[in-house]
């Protein structure tokens, strides 16, 4: 029953969605045309989206074994709030959790009508729509989780035992899908300013707050990965790239640089990289669904081999060949200056100056998008390489070690230089005066743990740079809040959401280069009573439980930890076998403080019990790295209202040169 | 104001000194184990993200091994890189070698940094040199580059054309290639025992300098995972020879039956299994070792089976 209904629903959100997509084509061609029954299919697709998730949801939760995905995922044993992530912890079931997601944007973007797009939101809704059919055709032809089995288990195996061990794993996929959809807007919004012709100039102005809002979730769900994987995978890191992990950072870069890319609209507007950024964001989103859901890569986050791959692979070529002929299109028509309002923000463009603050932008976008073409490089270069010549050759954190980090700490340079610099240029002299104080700070940042330690050239580089993107955007920041009407006017005003992530980021530099710099890692076999100790901090092993359940067996290492002789805390990691997968589980035990993680591993348990081989490391500043990027998505967050702001005081007429507010531009700043 | 300004820059000088003096220093790390090095660089041919020096897999625990090993008998960091690339294959590299394919992928940050650097240096020094101000930048060109006042450098056709072609490429590339991984991605995984990808050797070699330190579970395990690789005679055999050592006789027992069952008669087989019938019945071990020693009245163990026969 609970299957019919699910198969149904994918099938009426299927047949929906094909009629959103040509009743807001309709809508598109002609404006006259009436919205509302393009309003009502879109909003029946959300519905059909609800009810499937809800019918899958409600399937696990009864542990009705007669449908496929139920009898491959859920499992009496498995806690209730595992059974509900259980949703996603597999391909099908997560496809429709992707499918939520995007009716949810397609409703929330078809209710929205600012009143300066009216001619860019069909277009848009459009192409949102074609994704929104290609995704239910996806689950309803070849990834249905509602198909039954026939001899009717009496009890599942429940997801995957990594999936089950970390309270993340109910927020992270659903923020990354968040995050990741959400691309769809400005994509769509894109495409939709070379199809409306000359009202499309201005696509960038409602794009922004979407893209805004995705990379904020983008963010979050980046950030709850990294700490998933710190708190579950017990290697002691968050970041291995991973192929997987490389295809969520790969949209995020390319978003940054599109929020960056529009920060001066009037310069921007005449320049190929927003529509180049926002287009890149969303194939680099089909990218990363087609690595994760087709088998071709093998990494912890990836789901298992399926048919889906050449259809995702497909689609994905499909959109990247459409996009870039629409583009060319678009630039090789002659771009219509449009007689009535095309001169005048021409001439004024052309009257701007190109300013240092330009190019501070200017450079942040070649730098951002240089990593992405770098990061995507090493990703997909073993596949091709294997494909072509059969190598198996990999590509590893060693290379992303040696390009991708002396790009970063060029980029951490610019935030530093971002509120140094004035658009109109400064004297030298002034410059110099201003970033005096931030430079001091980058160098005592070099000089203080270059002279106490050795922590490599890379290390000290990356404190010195971020000591003065620290400084700068604090001195900056300073001065916002002490501008008119206090704090609580630059929050809402959403100038301090463009400091705040640049903060946030310098400080992720300094937490991810010290917890490289400084980690120190030991790992023995130890009897009840011995211990070992590395960077100051002590396990002695006092006891080893064993424990046997139907769930499977566990050993627990009880660690007395002690910075001396005296124990101050216990860790008790485990190592869990569950029979059902034939999985055997390491959980790390994490003792989290300011300065430094004491991370404990049970690595193996001899089989008389009495010797466990124990992994203790400490973490330095991994903390630092959690608060960084909440920071970030919380600068993310409050940028959000001037988006509303602006695009309001836009629309209703007033050029971008008056409404923009009287503050030194902090030109990096995404607020 | 003069004062401070003079304070302010030694202070900067001093450091800017520091910092020299400290990255300086920084340069060599102290604790420059080459062993760790080298591991730190591998990768774990049977985990996945994991590199030689972390993993906790026996394959890995076997190549730091090799590591040791080779590195005591003076061998230099690159002639064991590329011993163990001719053994476990070109993915233990966590870095692509700076040739072929690999030299094209260090260059991509030098190429995606000059395709971007290079039009905008050229657009600012255009600035710089404002064009005569009857020259109006015409739209479709100012589409590409922010140009300021003067015509940019690239015309919007040609990013469009050179970013198409390498689009197309690119899709091209993909589509011609995707049906061959889909054919080469599983026979590829398990590696051809033929092959150079082989790491039961190494394993073996573990295991036994294990069994010397009287570490039999451990051994045992390594075993196991040597077994799981290439299921051999030779490995059941050692497997259960440990495993009589830590008393659990009745998988010694198992491990032997199997090899008889398929080579009737093999003589370390039925040593084995007497050895391994000892405890449980040793009327059945007197006859297998019995056996055994009809079979091969001049192997090594014989001497002591006939001692152990004789007295039981």
């Known amino acids: 029953m609970t299957g019919q209904v699910g198969t149904g629903a994918l099938g009426v959100g299927l047949a929906a969605s094909v009629a959103a997509t040509l009743l807001w084509l309709r809508h598109a061609l002609s404006p006259a045309a009436p919205v509302r029954s393009a ?61 939520l997601i995007l009716t949810g944007y397609a409703a929330l973007l078809a209710r929205t009508v600012p009143a300066g797009d009216r001619r860019l939101q069909p277009w848009a809704m459009t192409t949102v729509g074609v994704v929104v059919v290609f995704f239910f055709a996806l689950s309803y032809f070849a990834a249905n989780p509602f198909h039954p089995v026939s001899p009717v288990p009496a009890d599942g195996p429940g997801p995957n035992p990594l999936l089950r061990e970390h309270p993340a794993m109910g927020l992270h996929p659903p923020l990354l899908y968040a995050g990741y959809v959400g691309l769809v807007v400005p994509f769509g919004y894109a495409l939709a300013g070379l199809l409306a012709g000359p009202a499309g100039r201005r696509w960038t102005i409602p794009a922004r707050r979407w893209a805004l809002l995705a990379w904020t979730l983008l963010t979050t769900g980046i950030l709850l990965g990294a700490w998933w994987s710190y708190a579950v995978l017990g290697w002691g890191g968050y970041w291995a790239w991973d192929p997987v992990e490389n295809a969520s950072l790969l949209p995020w870069l390319t978003a940054t640089a599109f929020l960056h890319s529009i920060r001066r609209p009037h310069a921007a507007e005449r320049t190929g990289w927003p529509v180049g950024l926002a287009c890149a964001s969303f194939l680099l989103v089909l990218l990363g669904t087609f690595l994760t859901r087709s088998g071709v890569v093998a990494s912890v986050h990836a789901f298992t081999e399926s048919p889906l791959g050449p259809i995702l692979l497909g689609f994905l070529l499909l959109t990247a060949v459409g996009t870039v002929l629409l583009i060319g299109w678009r630039l090789r028509v002659p771009a219509d200056p449009g007689p009535s309002d095309g001169t005048a923000p021409l001439s004024r463009s052309a009257a701007r100056t190109f300013g240092p603050t330009d190019a501070a932008l200017l450079g942040n976008r070649i730098m951002l998008t240089t990593i992405a073409a770098v990061v995507l490089a090493g990703t997909l270069a073993p596949l091709l390489a294997e494909a072509l010549s059969g190598s198996t050759a990999a590509v590893g954190p ?38 005096a104080v931030p430079a001091g700070v980058a160098l005592a940042g070099m000089a203080v743990p270059g002279l106490l330690s050795r922590p490599g050239p890379t290390v000290l580089a990356a404190f010195g740079c971020a000591g003065f993107a620290l400084t ?8 916002r809040l002490s501008g008119d009407g206090g704090w609580r006017a630059a929050a809402r005003s959403g100038r301090l959401g463009g400091p705040l992530a640049h903060a946030g980021i310098a400080l992720v530099a ?102 466990a081989t124990v992994r203790l490391a400490v973490n330095p500043m991994v903390s630092l790295v959690w608060a960084g990027g909440a920071l970030t998505a919380l600068g993310g967050l409050l940028a959000l209202p001037t988006t509303r702001r602006r695009a309001r005081v836009r629309s209703g007429g007033v050029s971008g040169e008056s409404a923009r507010p009287a503050v030194p531009a902090a030109p990096g700043a995404v607020g | 104001m003069r004062g401070r300004r003079i304070a302010g820059t030694l202070l900067l000088l001093v450091l800017l000194l520091g910092a020299v003096v400290g990255t300086y220093r920084s340069v060599r790390p102290v604790d420059d184990d080459p062993a760790r090095r080298l591991a730190a660089e591998l990768r774990c041919p049977a985990c996945q993200g994991e590199s030689v020096a972390d993993s906790r897999s026996p394959i890995a ?56 650097a290079f039009p905008a240096v050229h657009a600012y020094r255009r600035h ?50 995707a049906p061959r991984l889909a054919d080469t991605s599983r026979p590829a995984r398990p590696p051809d025992p033929a ?118």
């Not at chain 1, 700068?472 to 001065?479: F, I, M, Q």
């Not at chain 2, 064009?131 to 040609?158: I, L, W, Y």
Request: net charge positive.
């Open chain 1, 472 to 479: 700068a955007t604090a001195v900056d920041l300073r001065r």
């Open chain 1, 510 to 611: 300094v937490g991810a280069a010290a917890s490289a710099g400084y980690t120190g890692s030991v790992q023995r076999e130890l009897a009840v009573g011995e211990s070992l100790a590395v960077s100051g901090a002590t396990a002695r092993l006092t006891a080893i439980d064993r424990a046997g359940g139907d769930t499977g067996m566990t050993v627990r290492a009880r660690l007395a930890l002690g910075t001396t002789d005296r124990p101050t805390a216990t860790a008790v990691p485990e190592l869990t076998y569950d029979p059902r997968h034939d999985l055997t589980v390491s959980s790390p035990a994490i003792r989290t403080g300011l300065l430094r993680d004491t991370y404990t591993t049970l690595l193996a348990v001899s089989a008389d019990g009495r010797t």
């Open chain 1, 39 to 99: 309003r009502l299919a879109t909003v029946t697709a959300l519905t059909a989206a609800v009810v499937a998730c809800g019918a899958l949801e409600w399937a696990l939760l009864r542990h009705d074994f007669s449908l496929r995905f139920v009898a491959e995922n859920g499992g009496r044993h498995v806690p209730l709030y595992y059974t509900v992530t259980g949703l996603w912890s597999a391909l099908d079931g997560s496809l429709l959790l992707w499918l």
């Open chain 1, 398 to 435: 060693a290379y992303f070690n040696r390009t991708v980090v002396p790009l970063a700490i060029g980029v951490l340079v610019l935030v530093g230089l971002a509120p140094l610099l004035s658009p109109a240029g400064s004297a030298p002299g002034e410059l110099a005066r201003r970033a």
């Open chain 2, 195 to 312: 092959a150079s990808a082989d790491p039961v050797p190494d394993l073996l070699a573990l295991a036994r300098t294990m069994e010397e330190q009287n570490r039999y579970e451990v051994a045992a395990e390594i075993y196991r995972t040597a077994l799981h690789q290439q299921p051999a005679d030779e490995i059941r055999l050692r497997l259960a020879f440990t495993l009589i050592r830590i008393g659990q006789a009745a998988e010694a027992t198992r491990l032997a039956e199997a090899v008889l069952a398929s080579r009737p008669d093999t003589p370390d087989a039925l040593l084995m299994l007497g050895l391994a019938q000892r405890g449980n019945d040793p009327t059945a071990s007197t006859r297998t070792l019995r056996r055994f020693l009809d079979r091969a009245p001049g192997h090594p163990a014989a001497a002591e089976i006939r001692h152990l026969v004789g007295s039981g």
């Open chain 2, 128 to 177: 710089r040199r404002p064009a005569a101000a009857g020259s109006r930048p015409r739209a479709a060109d100012a589409v590409v580059r922010p140009a300021g006042p003067s015509r940019p450098a690239v015309s919007a056709g040609r990013v469009w054309t050179a970013g198409a072609v390498t689009v197309l490429v690119l899709v091209g590339g993909v589509a011609v290639a």
């Open chain 2, 61 to 116: 625990a076997a190549m730091r091994d090799v590591i040791t090993a080779q590195l005591g008998q003076g061998r230099s960091p690159d002639e064991i890189r590329t011993y163990l690339v001719r053994r476990y294959g070109a993915e233990v590299l966590s870095a692509p070698p700076a040739r072929g394919w690999g030299l094209a992928l260090w260059l991509v940050p030098v190429l995606a940094l000059g395709a971007g």
